[in-house]
């Protein structure tokens, strides 16, 4: 039987970390792998994270299982994080996963299973693996423009213009904040543009958010959600604590389902139970015990907050000191909108080509569509990369 299997594609960003490894160069610059690194080079332990898991293993009765849907009030918690109650909790169907990316793919899941004509339109570019699970899960998919390679910022007009294709059957994947992997954002006023076009077609909206708290502050980085929230019947939320708690490896993650009353809630959370009994039974507790042990302590709250703000600014920080030098040696404001992006990601818009240069000169690696992760740089490889892309001819 396995001897029918064939060699999967490989992962363009693994192979990246690989070729990374294995380079001897001892001035090389990881810009490609996806993780939060300091300006050490390391992903850290948040404190409050740490102050949680030592609170949890001297107070944790039992290591039984919680629910299929998980602990309830890691729910709560997520919920009020990201919604603030601006809709009404018993409207709320939520699960909690392995990672942003089990969310992402029990969403799918739950399309799949509500309406099996749905496509899901994506934006072009989007994260990698929202196409990869799409396809293997046979659901159709529809890109819509969505960066512009000349500005780096959004094609809005022909975001809506494709967009202007759904139909009641359809889903519009949307990222909440910090575009990966181009870290260009709708405003809020285009914003309140697509909402209107939803609701004028009739269709379902599914929001990705894994980086709030990264770009514009914990509050301002969940606005858009809360908008498609308070504005549209239904709606499939998939949120990850990976990034903001840094705990990648406990795969944290949470679906929500918003019904348009709540007589449909309970069936709702029936099949986000049915989805997650199929997929891995019961979802993993120690991240998420961790996440709600912080937003359910003042304390832990207030300490993960100001770390998670030192973040952001830190890559705000990197993304101005890259523009202005960029600016110095270019003599032009062509790169500006480094500063204008926002997250851990910027795409340059340049080609596979200019970025294979890159890294064969100046042993600096970014994925080969020129994403590129800010939190890879510190204060000193800044000017380094600057240069490296002006002598490349970016």
């Given at each position: 039987m396995l001897t029918n299997l064939k060699e999967q594609p490989k992962d363009k960003i693994l192979g990246l970390m690989a070729m990374y490894r294995d380079d001897p160069r001892p001035t090389k610059v990881d810009l490609g792998v996806g993780v939060y690194k300091n300006a050490r080079g390391v992903t850290p332990v948040m404190r409050a994270v740490k102050a949680a898991e030592r609170k949890i293993v001297e107070e944790q009765p039992s290591k039984a299982y919680t629910g299929l849907a998980g602990d309830p009030a890691y729910a709560d918690a997520m919920i009020d994080m990201l919604l603030a109650g601006v809709v009404?909790?018993?409207?709320?169907?939520?699960?909690?996963?392995?990672?942003?990316?089990?969310?992402?793919?029990?969403?799918?899941?739950?399309?799949?299973?509500?309406?099996p004509k749905a496509r899901v339109f994506v934006s072009d570019p989007t994260w990698p693996n929202h196409i990869s699970m799409l396809q293997y899960l046979g659901i159709e998919m529809v890109k819509y423009r969505y960066f512009d390679d000349e500005t780096r910022g959004v094609n809005f007009d022909g975001m809506m213009e494709d967009l202007a294709e759904v139909t009641r059957d359809d889903v519009v994947l949307l990222h909440g904040c910090c575009h990966n992997p181009t870290g260009a954002n709708l405003n809020l006023t285009q914003w309140q543009a697509v909402v209107d076009l939803i609701n004028d077609k009739g269709c379902t909206p599914m929001i990705d958010i894994a980086y709030q708290g990264f770009g514009d502050g914990l509050q301002e980085d969940a606005a858009a959600t809360r908008l498609v929230a308070k504005?549209?019947?239904?709606?499939?939320i998939a949120a990850s604590c990976s990034k903001n708690f840094g705990i990648y490896r406990e795969r944290t993650g949470l679906l929500i389902a918003m019904s348009e009353t709540t007589d449909n809630t309970a069936v709702t959370q029936g099949n986000l139970n049915h989805l997650n009994r199929q997929n891995f039974s019961f979802p993993p507790d120690h991240g998420a015990r961790?996440?709600?042990?912080?937003?359910?302590?003042?304390?832990?709250?207030?300490?993960?907050?100001?770390?998670l703000e030192?973040?952001?600014?830190?890559?705000?920080?990197?993304?101005?000191?890259?523009?202005s030098e960029l600016q110095r040696l270019s003599g032009s404001d062509r790169f500006g909108f480094l500063a204008q992006h926002r997250g851990m990601f910027s795409r340059l818009g340049t080609t596979p080509d200019l970025v294979e240069k890159i890294r064969v000169d100046n042993a600096i690696y970014m994925v080969s569509d020129s994403r590129m992760n800010i939190a890879g740089l510190n204060a000193q490889t800044v000017p380094v990369l600057a240069k490296a892309i002006i002598d490349a001819g970016v």
């Open positions: 009404e909790r018993d409207r709320l169907a939520a699960a909690a996963t392995p990672g942003g990316t089990g969310a992402i793919r029990q969403a799918f899941e739950l399309i799949k299973m509500a309406n504005s549209v019947p239904e709606l499939l961790v996440v709600s042990t912080i937003l359910t302590d003042a304390k832990l709250k207030a300490d993960w907050m100001a770390e030192e973040t952001r600014l830190g890559m705000l920080a990197l993304r101005e000191q890259l523009a």
